[in-house]
């Protein structure tokens, strides 16, 4: 096990390489618009996870994902080259679910305001159920008497 920090720092670096290398050494044309988003290691920094997200359609983000798949080796070895480490980590891709998480909150955030002006129109035109004032007051007490 190691310390956290030195994995994620770690983490931060093989994600600034994958990313240089999916934009400039890549040349595989099913590869998509790709952001990547984060990587994270495993405590004994053998496994690397490299989340990222596709711009387009459901179509084009299995493209993407078949063609990241077809190059983990190349990343692999640069990773392996540009950070020097004992043994380089194995690299997993996995679509970041980030966007649509982001789409879903959006849509109940619409819901809820939709709700709450519905509501409020509602409680615009509202009247009493009852009297006014259905409080008995002084002056009607001794009026009455």
Same mark, same amino acid.
Not at 1 to 21: F, P
Not at 109 to 127: F, G, V
């Given at each position: ?21 999916l ?34 359609t ?38 970041? =679910? ?8 959006? !849509? ?7 709700? *709450? @002006? &519905?509501? #409020? =129109? ?8 009852? !009297? ?7 002056e *009607? @007490? &001794?009026? #009455?008497?």
């Open positions: 096990m190691v310390d956290a920090a030195r994995a994620r720092r770690l983490g931060e670096r093989i994600q600034e390489i994958v990313a240089e290398t934009e400039l050494k890549i040349k595989d044309p099913r590869l998509g618009f790709i952001t990547v988003t984060a990587a994270r290691l495993s405590p004994d920094l053998r496994d690397a996870t490299v989340f990222y997200t596709v711009f387009g459901e179509e084009e983000a299995i493209e993407t994902a078949a063609a990241l798949e077809s190059s983990r080796g190349l990343v692999r070895s640069e990773i392996g080259k540009r950070t020097g480490i004992k043994f380089t980590p194995t690299v997993e891709f996995i679509r970041d =679910a980030l966007p649509e998480n982001v789409r879903a909150i959006d !849509d109940l955030l619409r819901e809820a305001k939709q709700a *709450d @002006a &519905q509501i #409020s =129109a509602q409680a615009a035109t509202a009247t009493f159920a009852g !009297d006014a004032d259905p409080y008995r007051s002084n *009607d @007490a &001794q009026g #009455s008497e």
